[in-house]
């Protein structure tokens, strides 16, 4: 498994904005698909976003539709997580790891990777409070 680094993350009001980072210092990450998946304490971990290699493709769970945005920089080597409109409910630990170049578009194979996956790094903390 290949190391990313999630960074972004802080605390904001309901209805603000943060934009959340993904980079990685040992390899490229424009060969690969990356997803954003968030785990809220309790809760299990949830596939959120998805940003393909191959054409540029985009998932969004139902759940931060309309909200978030996710976009890649291959020359600044960064895949983004745009947030806005958020809600308490998004306050969570947030990830991001590689698929293969084309995402997947069923939600249960992001259930199940999000279940059996166990190589996952130290994520960005989330918190929307007032």
């Known amino acids: 498994q290949l190391q990313l680094v999630e960074s972004g993350g802080g605390l904001v009001q309901p209805g603000g904005s943060l934009r959340l980072s993904c980079t990685a210092s040992?390899?490229?990450?424009?060969?690969?698909?990356i997803a954003w998946y968030r785990q809220a304490p309790g809760k299990e971990r949830e596939g959120i976003s998805c940003?393909?290699?191959?054409?540029?493709?985009?998932y969004y769970a139902d759940s931060v539709k309309g909200r978030f945005t996710t976009s890649r920089d291959n020359a600044k080597n960064t895949v983004y997580l745009q947030m806005n409109n958020l809600k308490p409910e998004d306050t969570a630990t947030y990830y991001c790891?590689?698929?293969?170049?084309?995402?997947?578009?069923?939600?249960?194979?992001?259930?199940?990777?999000?279940?059996?996956?166990?190589?996952w790094g130290r994520g960005t903390q989330v918190t929307v409070s007032s």
């Open positions: 790891v590689q698929f293969d170049a084309t995402c997947p578009y069923s939600d249960y194979v992001y259930a199940r990777f999000g279940a059996q996956f166990g190589a």
């Open positions: 040992a390899f490229t990450l424009d060969a690969y698909a």
């Open positions: 940003v393909s290699s191959s054409d540029g493709g985009t």
